[in-house]
């Protein structure tokens, strides 16, 4: 069983800077795909980056990878998404989610491959 857990979000003018974190319990992130996902009001859950075989394979949503970067620490057990830059488009929940196993396609932005979920925190852009 795995316990994840995000912190780090909050309210930001547009082109500002947060950093989420992810803390993973029960299994090391090491050992897990790591997604970070969103959701904004009315629209569909979107994977925007996720890291995998310890951190050394990443995959980003194409709308963020300028301006966004996952990694992981393995030490602290957590896995940090920064994200530069923000958009009042990136106005979301965010959450992470972890995927157990393996899989040689991994890692890929599909809910469906994630089968533990956090509780999600919260990031507002003003304009």
């Known amino acids: 069983q795995v316990q994840l857990v995000e912190s780090g979000g909050g309210s930001v003018p547009a082109g500002g800077s947060l950093r989420l974190s992810c803390v993973a319990s029960?299994?090391?992130?090491?050992?897990?795909?790591i997604g970070w996902f969103r959701q904004a009001p009315g629209k569909e859950r979107e994977g925007i980056a996720a890291?995998?075989?310890?951190?050394?394979?990443?995959r980003y949503f194409g709308a963020v990878k300028a301006r966004f970067s996952i990694s992981q620490d393995k030490v602290a057990n957590t896995v940090y998404l920064q994200m530069n830059d923000l958009k009042p488009e990136d106005t979301a929940m965010y959450y992470c989610?972890?995927?157990?196993?393996?899989?040689?396609?991994?890692?890929?932005?599909?809910?469906?491959?994630?089968?533990?979920w956090g509780q999600g925190t919260q990031v507002t852009v003003s304009s």
């Open positions: 890291i995998y075989d310890a951190g050394r394979v990443t």
């Open positions: 989610a972890a995927a157990t196993g393996s899989s040689r396609y991994w890692p890929r932005l599909r809910d469906y491959d994630y089968n533990y």
């Open positions: 029960g299994d090391s992130p090491e050992n897990l795909c």
